[in-house]
C-alpha cells in the first residue's frame, strides 16, 4: 500500500470549503455559528396607523422580566435617549396595542424603548390610538394622561406592516 502525499494547500482549500458555509451567514464577516429555528413569541404595534410586528428579549424590569418570560437586564435600565414604547392602562378601546414611536428605517429606531403608561381620563371615552402623535395631541388636550418610566425594553421590530 502507498501513501499520497497531500499538499498543505489543498488540504486547507477542502477545510475553508467545508469551514466557511457553517461558520459565515450569508456571506456576514461575523462568526455566528450554525443556525437554527427558534419558537419565540411575537406581538403586533401600531406606527403611523399601520401594524408592526415585534419581539421581546430582555427587560430592565425584574417583575416585567418574569411575567414576560424574557431575560431581566438591568443594565437596560441605564440606556437614555431610547424611542418610546406606549402601553395603554386602564379603559382602552377594542384591539388596543401597544404603539411605537418610531420603526426601522425612522432616524431615531432603536430596538430598546423606554416604557410609556398611558391612561384615559374619567369622562373620557377611550378611542383606538394608532400613533405617538395621536396621543400626545390628545394628552396636550388634557383626554389622557402619559407617564414616561425609567423601564427599558429591548424589543426589535422584525417586520414592517402596511
Request: proline share 6%.
Amino acid at each position: 500500500m502507498t501513501r499520497r502525499a497531500f499538499r498543505p494547500a489543498l488540504i486547507a482549500a477542502a477545510v475553508l470549503a467545508v469551514a466557511v458555509p457553517v461558520s459565515y451567514a450569508a456571506g456576514s464577516p461575523l462568526l455566528l455559528g450554525p443556525a437554527a429555528k427558534a419558537q419565540i413569541p411575537t406581538y403586533q404595534g401600531f406606527y403611523d396607523a399601520h401594524k408592526d410586528t415585534y419581539l421581546i428579549t430582555d427587560v430592565s424590569d425584574k417583575s416585567q422580566a418574569s411575567a414576560l418570560h424574557v431575560n431581566y437586564s438591568a443594565a437596560l435600565g441605564t440606556v437614555k435617549g431610547a424611542p418610546l414604547q406606549y402601553f395603554v392602562q386602564g379603559r382602552a378601546a377594542s384591539g388596543q396595542i401597544t404603539v411605537f414611536g418610531s420603526e426601522p428605517g425612522g432616524k431615531d429606531y432603536n430596538p430598546l424603548w423606554t416604557e410609556v403608561f398611558v391612561t384615559w381620563k374619567s369622562g373620557s371615552t377611550p378611542v383606538l390610538l394608532t400613533s405617538d402623535n395621536q396621543i400626545n395631541a390628545l394628552a396636550k388636550s388634557g383626554k389622557l394622561t402619559v407617564r414616561a418610566t425609567s423601564i427599558v425594553l429591548n424589543a426589535p421590530i422584525t417586520h414592517v406592516g402596511k
